[in-house]
Structure formats: structure tokens, C-alpha cells
């Protein structure tokens, strides 16, 4: 009976440890052969899901000929790539229209973040 009732809780259980989805997300907007693109993925892609910024807003990346993604709707018409636009939930907040370098990039991500959504310093807050 103990068995019987454990097993019955047991995808309740896995349900709860599931992590919850992350509405926020940085998505990138590349186009094939784009050197600025490139160089991002080079010099920061491999950096970024282990940042703080990176944690709060995981990279999706996109193809400009796909561009939006399903569930995604962008203000405006992606022209320049790299853009690198924030989401929530789905919808635009606020973008970065190519790649400045990797001094400028954190600067401008970082603001980015503060003014639109609840992170701070890599925590959201209450």
C-alpha cells in the first residue's frame, strides 16, 4: 500500500523539482557568414551562459531568415546582424542592433537588463 501510494506521488514529485521556465531570454539574430556574428560567438559565446547575465537570460540564436521565432514577437523588423533583442514572455523589450565589441557589448547588456526586467548585479529582486 505504501508502495502503491509512493509511486502515485512519485510524477508529482518530479513535477516539483522540474526547474521553472525562465521567461526572460536574450535572443541573437545572426545571418550566415556575418562576420560581427562570428566574432561575438568566438569571443563571448562561449563565456555568456556562464555569466550572471547569462543565467538570468539564456541565448536563444536565430537565423535572420527565420527570425522571429515561434512564441516571439519583435517590435520592429530585424535589419542589422547581429541584433540581440530581450524577451519576456514572448514579447520585445529592448535590443542591441549589432555587436559594439566586447567592453561595450557587457556595458550595454547589463543596462539593458536593469532598465527592463528585476536583475540586479546577476539576482532578480524582490
Known amino acids: 500500500m ?14 516539483s523539482l522540474a526547474p521553472m ?9 545572426e ?3 556575418c562576420h560581427y556574428c562570428i566574432e561575438w560567438k568566438a569571443d563571448l559565446g562561449p563565456i555568456y551562459p556562464k555569466t550572471a547575465e547569462g543565467a538570468y537570460a539564456p541565448l536563444r540564436i536565430v537565423d535572420i531568415k527565420d527570425a522571429p521565432p515561434e512564441g516571439i514577437a519583435f517590435d520592429r523588423k530585424i535589419l542589422f546582424t547581429p541584433t540581440f533583442v530581450l524577451v519576456d514572455e514572448g514579447q520585445e523589450l529592448a535590443r542591441i542592433e549589432g555587436y559594439p565589441g566586447e567592453d561595450f557589448f557587457w556595458g550595454l547588456l547589463t ?8 536583475f540586479e548585479n546577476g539576482a532578480k529582486t524582490n
Open 2 to 15: 505504501l508502495s502503491r501510494a509512493l509511486s502515485l506521488l512519485a510524477p508529482v514529485l518530479w513535477l
Open 21 to 29: 521556465a525562465q521567461a526572460v531570454e536574450l535572443v541573437m539574430v
Open 31 to 33: 545571418r550566415e557568414g
Open 111 to 118: 543596462m539593458m537588463l536593469k532598465d527592463n526586467t528585476d
